[in-house]
């Protein structure tokens, strides 16, 4: 009912005038909810499969069009990535660091054009959905457009987020953390499978003193955010957790729109979810990233001198910052 005043009016179409406003809602919700198919929906509304994937292909895209820009935004200006910042390091003790990056794969039926290109590493057909999530577990940005072979490293290297960061396009703060050394800027943390850039912070792969170590300790429990945040999404969409069954083309517009959805509903302190199925995609997600691990990638997954130098800044920071009784 909430969502009905705002996207209302984008759906007042000449199409498909015997389903009212409030009945393409409910079809798109009711799809997007469950693990159910494009037939369990359109039998269970009365409706026809083909016009069912219209009204989900028509909702989707007037959320995205009316609800994406305020939902799903990174910082627009130096105090709004002041707020993220302060957000981070408070919940999680990372200085500077504004969200977590990652990509989680969304399987498909076999495609009809270019198919091999969609084959995973996880040996099945799918879409790499690279997103990246605040403190609080909000997505900030997402690229759903990828084919599942890709690599999420060179899905970072061609992004647009990576595109504005390293082009000056992103309101980037500076703060001196440590006197007599550089200044470091916002940064995104990843797991290995990312570069190693001074936008985009790593674990060490092995670590020489304490120091590496509890750096690499406190990257892995924030990084958790966003293992967390795809388990809150894909409980509350479970289209995200089966084979998709709509047109190819519909896919990437749908797929965002869960993530606009999920979003909503979090700002809205719509908290009903299935906390055992939160969990279980949770540590489906991990078992996941362990099981079938995302090798760095000899092209894209590079660590560059700018990103040993902050990540270097910071371990010294975190060693010379921790209390007392931290030992």
Known sequence: AQLDP????????????????????????????DTGSLWMTANTFGIHQSTVTKVITEVCSAINKLLGPTYIHLPRNKDEMRQKASEFELKFGMIQAIGCIDGTH????????NSQDFFNYKQFFSLNIQAVCDSNGYFMDVECRWPGSVHDAKVFANSCICKNLNNGKLPITYLTVLPGHDAVPNYLIGDPAFPLTQFCLKEYQSCSNNGQVIFNNMLRSARN??????????????????????????????????????????????????????????????????SSPNMPDQVYSYNN???ELVRSILTDYITHNLPDNYY
């Not at 199409?15 to 393409?24: I, P, V």
């Not at 055992?276 to 990233?289: A, P, Y």
């Open 225 to 290: 955010q966003v293992e967390c945040a795809f388990g809150r999404l894909k409980a509350r969409w479970r289209f995200l957790t089966r084979k998709v069954d709509l047109k190819f083309d519909s896919i990437p517009t749908v797929i965002y729109s869960c993530f606009v959805l999920h979003n909503y509903c979090e700002r809205n302190k719509d908290c009903l979810i299935d906390k055992e199925e939160m969990t279980l995609q949770m540590q489906q997600h991990v078992r996941d990233e362990d």
């Open 106 to 113: 969304v399987a498909l039926k076999r495609p009809p054009d």
């Open 305 to 307: 001198s700018e990103g």
């Open 6 to 33: 705002v996207i209302g009016p984008k759906l007042n179409s000449p199409n498909y005038r015997f389903l009212t406003t409030d009945k393409k809602l409910a079809v798109t919700l009711y799809y997007l909810k």
